[in-house]
């Protein structure tokens, strides 16, 4: 049997995101699921909550990695929960788990999955427009090393596309 892909869709926390990245983030879900990949995500509000209610409505499997000792602290979309209890430091669990990162919005702990991701050589892909963390690093390298720049999409089902073409090619 082969594994399923593994999206993780990162962005604002539920206190942060604003009407556009939730739209969008949905849309990630959605398409995620469209595709048939597991849709990963740090299992709480906002993109997270999301991207997971996209993915679950489209029939798609949701893994919410919480960063509380209680699987209740994840949101009502997640089909399957790890319960970490150690706080930021699932931040790792997340993009580590992944073979590939989509950035809806964010703040600071979004760069710190991203980056994560990056220092792995997990792909990075950010919705262009959707604000925060996102519009700041699209294009860009994370740190010196370039080791590889975040790509940018300007739509949903575009980041989808390249997140799933650069798990099964790599970068071209």
Not at 95 to 101: E, G, T
């Amino acid at each position: 049997m082969v594994r399923r892909k593994q999206i993780l869709v990162i962005g604002f926390d539920k206190d942060h995101c604003t009407e556009t990245a939730y739209r969008t983030a949905y849309l990630v879900g959605l398409e995620v699921a469209r595709h048939g990949a597991v849709l990963l995500t740090g299992g709480l509000g906002g993109v997270m909550e999301a991207a997971s209610k996209g993915a679950q409505e489209a029939g798609g499997f949701v893994i919410g990695i919480v960063p509380q000792e209680e699987k209740a602290a994840a949101n009502p979309y997640c089909d399957a929960v790890i319960a970490t209890g150690i706080g930021s430091a699932r931040d790792f669990l997340t993009a580590y788990s992944a073979d590939a990162v989509i950035i809806v919005g964010g703040g600071a702990g979004t760069l710190i999955e991203a980056a994560a991701a990056y220092q792995k050589r997990i792909p990075v892909i950010a919705v262009r427009g959707s604000g925060g963390t996102a519009d700041k690093v699209v294009g860009t390298y994370l740190d010196d090393r370039r080791i590889e720049d975040v790509l940018g999409e300007d739509s949903p089902e575009k980041a989808v596309d390249t997140a799933l073409r650069l798990i099964e090619h790599g970068p071209m």
